[in-house]
């Protein structure tokens, strides 16, 4: 099927150097210099670096904070990776630097500078999910995850640009304004978090919240050469997520390394009693797994068992990112990683049924923006027609279609031909999971089947962006965790462009994919995958 | 949206609960008679057991009167086709064998997660009725709501 809906493209994978020691498998010699590892040490945390800087006194929340926002200043009329930004910053920072030089206790994310998408709420600040709905609507309320990050001293920056409600895989869709690639101006950052991704990729921010329902946070993580971490379905409470399909929903977190995504995450985990739907299951202390490369064993990862997953590596994927995603493999296997292929049989019915299933429930969630209580409102002498022109003006094409489909799939006499088949499909995926999971520690896969494209070149053809989801749909049908992080280099842009590998880890098992995450990056040599067109903050 | 929950039940519901809903429904007023025997044929062709060979494709025009969303021609036009490939597409989960297999409506979870059903006071009340693009006093205010015939 993919093969009818995403023709191959050829792509060779750039010659990327491996970690110390480890055997060569394709030809290595680097050219590119973005990946020369002899320049490059492995990526570190910018939230440990932070948290050090700030109370051995080396530097202050506001000095970060000025660099941080002088860096969007400078970058921003090119990236367009944010809606808003703040005007509270410096402030923040300024009470942080006071509470520091009083010798008071700060929160683990002092001074940590972060981006959040515009479809999670912030109080007081527009939270627009990039409709035109909802502009200049401010929330009154901050979402949980929101709330968290301000209790642990995170600094909000501002509100990441998107596709319009997460509906769209190249934040093309956005009312606003299209978010350029940090890697190559002219491609996208992928979708729907693609502000939240380029930013991190740009260092405009340090960290950053997205939300992932069909591949949202993984996608463009690959495209923008960052690490996107979607979470177990229920880690995170989603209230203050405007919900698009909330079965599928997450809110998952943007870094630039295994560490900071994984920090990230902890600080936004837990139960809710605001969200029914989150879990009241332990959440480990990830950073214990951490560790420095200089305790590393020669097979750090001896032992763990990992499936490739076989039909991910089938006929309409690149063949750059195929070839990325085996080096990658073998570099597991290096690790001391047991990796073997698994085959997940309902792999392909996932799309379809993701759509049928997202753009139901969307159909539904949706039915709030009536341009009554909030937001943008069309006058009408009549409340049947104030609705039908609020939401026909306020919504953008791509919202309108999907939740038109989801009205199709939920009519009368169609909901046993469309939503619960979908559903029925569900339940074959995650047994397929399982069984897989059963006999491996982690799944992996590309996280899409290309690098990033033109910006325009899919905008038209919905069921070509569909099939760009093919990697990343099931995971979020089965609920399950799992981790993208950069592992290679494609032909492309003015220096190569990233290609993501996704882990996928059993329900609640993120503690796994962190250390496997952690160990793969770290000892990937060359991979300070720092985008060519952006010097870094100085 | 009265729309939405409207189509909860819609969904939900057999055949002849569907035409009294649709009869009542305020906005059909002026054409629900032929809504009416629309919901009729598809509910006696697809109520229980699905044939797929005579799904209907979509009716843009009345999808987006059921949706509260209103198009102008070329959205129609443009939207119609993108959608009818879509559903299309969706066509090919009609083949797949899933019976006895139970559908899944979401991940698996744990339950008894549910708070107790009690109202609380939100602080911030100014703030919610600054978003309220029209009110008078404690009232939202809306068109009238009544059709005129």
Redesign the interface.
């Known amino acids: 099927m993919l093969s009818t809906l995403q023709p191959p493209r050829s792509l060779t994978l750039l010659p990327f150097r491996r970690f110390h020691g480890s055997k060569t498998i394709a030809s290595l010699a680097s050219s590119s210099p973005t990946l020369d590892a002899s320049s490059v040490s492995p990526p570190q945390s910018q939230i440990l670096t932070t948290r050090r800087s700030l109370l051995s006194g080396e530097t202050t929340a506001s000095e970060i904070a000025k660099s941080y926002l002088s860096r969007i200043r400078l970058t921003e009329p090119q990236l367009k990776c944010f809606l808003h930004v703040s005007e509270n910053v410096l402030k923040e920072a300024q009470e942080i630097d006071q509470r520091i030089s009083r010798g008071e206790e700060v929160g683990p994310l002092a001074g940590v500078v972060i981006g959040v998408k515009d479809n999670i709420c912030t109080e007081g600040m527009p939270s627009t999910a990039a409709s035109r709905i909802l502009e200049h609507y401010r929330p009154p309320f901050d979402a949980t995850a929101v709330k968290k990050i301000k209790e642990m001293g995170g600094i909000v920056v501002g509100k990441t640009n998107m596709d319009e409600f997460g509906m769209g895989s190249t934040t093309e869709a956005s009312a606003f304004q299209v978010t350029a690639n940090p890697w190559d101006l002219t491609r996208v950052p992928g979708g729907s978090s693609g502000g939240s991704a380029a930013a991190v990729a740009a260092n405009q921010c340090m960290v950053s919240l997205g939300s992932d329902t069909g591949g949202s946070v993984r996608q463009p993580a690959s495209f923008c050469g960052v690490v996107g971490l979607k979470p177990t379905y229920g880690r995170v409470s989603r209230f203050g997520l405007m919900a698009y399909a909330s079965s599928l929903d997450v809110i998952g977190c943007f870094g630039s390394t295994v560490a900071d995504a994984g920090m990230l995450l902890h600080a936004v985990s837990g139960y809710d009693r605001f969200d029914s739907t989150s879990s009241k299951q332990d959440v480990p202390e990830f950073e214990s797994q951490f560790l420095s490369m200089d305790s590393f064993e020669s097979k750090p990862l001896k032992g763990v068992r990992v499936g490739l997953i076989r039909e991910t590596l089938e006929e309409g994927v690149d063949s750059g990112v195929r070839s990325a995603t085996q080096e990658a493999a073998s570099h597991l296997e290096a690790l001391g990683c047991l990796v073997t292929e698994v085959s997940l049989p309902s792999f392909s019915l996932g799309l379809p049924a993701y759509y049928v299933i997202a753009s139901s429930e969307s159909s539904s969630n949706l039915s709030r923006y009536d341009g009554v209580r909030y937001g943008n409102q069309v006058m009408a002498d009549e409340l049947n027609k104030l609705y039908d022109c609020s939401r026909g003006q306020g919504f953008g094409g791509e919202v309108k279609m999907r939740i038109l489909m989801g009205t199709y799939a939920l009519s009368a006499g169609y909901y046993d031909a469309y939503y619960k088949r979908a559903q029925q499909v569900r339940t074959l995926i995650r047994k397929d999971f399982k069984a897989a999971l059963d006999h491996n520690d982690i799944l992996i896969s590309p996280a899409a089947p290309s690098a990033a494209y033109k910006i325009g070149e899919k905008k038209d053809d919905p069921l070509a962006m569909y099939a760009g989801d093919i990697m990343t749909v099931n995971v979020n049908l089965a609920g399950l965790p799992a981790i993208v992080l950069p592992c290679g280099l494609v032909e492309g842009g003015p220096s190569g462009l990233p290609v993501g590998l996704q882990m996928i880890g059993a329900a609640f098992d993120e503690e796994t994919l962190l250390k496997v995450g952690h160990i793969f990056e770290q000892t990937l040599n060359g991979s300070g995958f720092v985008p060519p067109t952006l010097p870094n903050v100085a | 949206?009265a729309?939405?929950a409207l189509?909860?039940v819609?969904?939900?519901?057999p055949?002849r609960m569907?035409r009294i809903k649709v009869s009542t429904f305020?906005?059909s007023s002026s054409s629900s008679s032929i809504k009416f025997q629309r919901?009729i044929t598809?509910?006696r062709?697809?109520?229980?057991d699905?044939n797929?060979s005579v799904?209907q494709p979509?009716d843009?025009s009345r999808?987006?009167e059921?949706?509260?969303?209103?198009?102008t021609p070329s959205?129609i036009e443009?939207?119609g086709a993108?959608?009818r490939?879509?559903?299309d597409?969706?066509g090919?989960?009609?083949q797949?064998d899933?019976s006895s297999?139970?559908?899944?409506?979401?991940?698996?979870?744990?339950g008894g997660?549910?708070?107790e059903d009690a109202p609380e006071t939100?602080e911030?009340r100014e703030?919610?009725r600054?978003?309220?693009?029209?009110f008078d006093e404690v009232y939202?205010k809306?068109?009238?709501?009544l059709?005129?015939e």
């Open positions: 949206m729309t939405r189509l909860a819609l969904s939900a519901s055949p569907i305020p906005s919901h598809i509910a062709c697809f109520s229980s699905t797929p799904l979509p843009v999808l987006a059921t949706a509260r969303i209103s198009l959205e443009e939207c993108k959608i490939q879509v559903i597409w969706f090919q989960l009609q797949v899933v297999v139970e559908p899944a409506i979401r991940a698996e979870m744990e997660n549910l708070r939100f911030n703030s919610i600054a978003s309220i693009p029209s939202l809306v068109p009238k709501v059709n005129k």
